[in-house]
């Protein structure tokens, strides 16, 4: 599942219409998910450590780790509970629940995350925030600060993410489990 998961990674593309394109979508947590439902919370945290070393040794890092630890931290806000609450009933309505709970969580933390540390990071390391802004008043002229670029480009972003990942995994589990 994490070879699956750092192979998704470099399927990757940005969603210029809705956030600037440093912001990539994958579905690198449908593998993840899909082990977590299936080995529990533990499973789904290794396999998300896995997916990034994999990923940074084949690609290396081009963000000096701020984007993988991110990809990590993020993946996991929505993986863990999702995984949680479906494995307190392991049943189809458990799993939705789950998957809507992972979702508004990987959005809620995400977007603290994007705000508080992530952009400020990334500004510190590699372009000025005011640079970041413009991007991000490119798409959304009303943008005025991290917590505007991040309400208007990061929140959808998160949520188009864990929705459609989470639609897969309500697709595909069934299908899967018995070969795992």
């Known amino acids: 599942c994490a070879a699956l998961s750092a ?7 940005p969603l210029v219409f809705l956030a600037p394109d440093f912001y990539k979508l994958d579905f690198s947590e449908l593998p993840v998910l899909l ?8 499973g789904a945290v290794a396999c998300e450590a896995l997916k990034i070393i994999l990923k940074l040794l084949i690609k290396g ?16 806000s929505m993986v863990l509970p999702a ?11 458990t799993a939705i629940w789950g998957l809507v709970t992972g979702v508004f969580a990987m959005t809620v933390f ?9 952009l400020p990071k990334f500004a510190d390391m590699f372009m000025p925030m005011e640079a970041i802004l413009a991007m991000g008043q490119a798409i959304y002229p009303g943008i005025d600060s991290v917590w505007s670029l991040v309400l208007m480009c990061v929140v ?6 864990g929705v459609a990942v989470s639609i897969l995994t309500m697709l595909l589990y069934k299908r899967v489990a018995r070969p795992l």
């Open 35 to 42: 082990c977590g439902f299936y080995l529990g919370p533990a």
């Open 61 to 76: 890092t081009s963000t000096a780790f701020v984007g993988d630890f991110a990809n990590y931290a993020v993946g996991c």
């Open 83 to 93: 995984v949680i609450i479906y494995h307190m009933g392991r049943k189809k309505k």
């Open 156 to 161: 959808p972003l998160n949520l188009i993410k």
């Open 110 to 118: 995400g977007s603290a995350f994007n705000a508080l540390y992530l």
């Open 7 to 13: 192979i998704l990674m470099f399927l990757e593309f």
